[in-house]
C-alpha cells in the first residue's frame, strides 16, 4: 500500500457516497411499464431498493479495501471487476429507489467506512482469504435479494428487473472468487457475516 492508493480510497468513498452514481449498461427493466401500486406497495419497495443501495455502498468499500491489501494481480483482477459490476449495481439501486420517491440512507458514511475496515482486515489475511471473503459476501448477497424478491410488490416489476440481474452478477462474482483459488471461511465468520448483515438491512430499511 502506498499513499497514492489510500487517496484513490478516500476520493472512491466521497464519490460513492455523495456523488451519484453511472452505469455503463442500461437500466434492467428500463423498458417494462411503470405499474400503478399502493401508496403503501410504494414506500415498501423504495425501502428495499434503499437497502438494496446501502450493499452496494457497502460492497464498493469492502472491494476498496481488499484491493489496497491484496498480494498478487490476480486477486486484485477479481475485486477490481467485481467493483465495476457494484458500481452499476448500485447506480440502478439509486434510478429505482429515486423513482419510486425514496431516498439514500441517511448513514450512507458510517456504512461505507465500517465496510472500508473490514475489507483492509479481509485482504491483510492473505489473498486466499481475501477471495474467500469475496465468495461468501456474494453468496450471502444473492440469498438477501432472493428474500427481496419474495417481498417485493408482484406490481413492482421495474424493480424486480433491476434485482433479478443483481442477483445473476453477483453469483458471477462468488464463482470467479472460488474459481481463483479462494478459501472457504469458517462458520464463526459466515454467521458474523450474516448477523452484520441483519443488522445494516435492519436499519437501513429505515434510516
Not at 442477483?167 to 472460488?178: G, S
Request: glycine share 6%.
Amino acid at each position: 500500500m502506498n499513499l497514492d492508493d489510500w487517496i484513490m480510497a478516500m476520493e472512491n468513498g466521497l464519490r460513492t457516497v455523495f456523488a451519484p452514481a453511472t452505469s455503463q449498461r442500461a437500466l434492467p427493466g428500463a423498458a417494462l411499464p411503470e405499474t400503478e401500486m399502493s401508496e403503501a406497495q410504494q414506500r415498501a419497495a423504495a425501502a428495499l431498493m434503499r437497502v438494496n443501495h446501502v450493499g452496494e455502498v457497502c460492497a464498493q468499500a469492502l472491494y476498496q479495501g481488499q484491493a489496497l491489501t491484496a498480494r498478487n494481480d490476480v486477486a486484485k483482477h477479481a475485486l477490481a471487476k467485481a467493483a465495476q459490476e457494484e458500481i452499476e449495481h448500485l447506480a440502478w439501486c439509486e434510478a429505482r429507489m429515486q423513482a419510486l420517491g425514496g431516498r439514500k440512507s441517511l448513514l450512507n458514511p458510517l456504512w461505507y467506512a465500517g465496510s472500508l475496515a473490514i475489507g483492509v482486515t479481509a485482504g491483510v489475511l492473505g489473498d486466499r482469504w481475501n477471495l474467500g471473503f469475496l465468495a461468501e459476501t456474494e453468496r450471502q448477497v444473492g440469498a438477501h435479494l432472493d428474500s427481496h424478491l419474495r417481498k417485493l410488490p408482484e406490481e413492482d416489476v421495474r424493480s424486480r428487473a433491476v434485482v433479478e440481474q443483481m442477483k445473476i452478477d453477483e453469483a458471477k462474482h462468488a464463482d470467479t472468487a472460488v474459481s481463483f483459488g479462494a478459501a472457504e471461511l469458517p462458520l464463526p465468520v459466515r454467521g458474523a457475516m450474516k448477523w452484520m448483515a441483519r443488522t445494516m438491512t435492519s436499519v437501513a430499511y429505515w434510516i
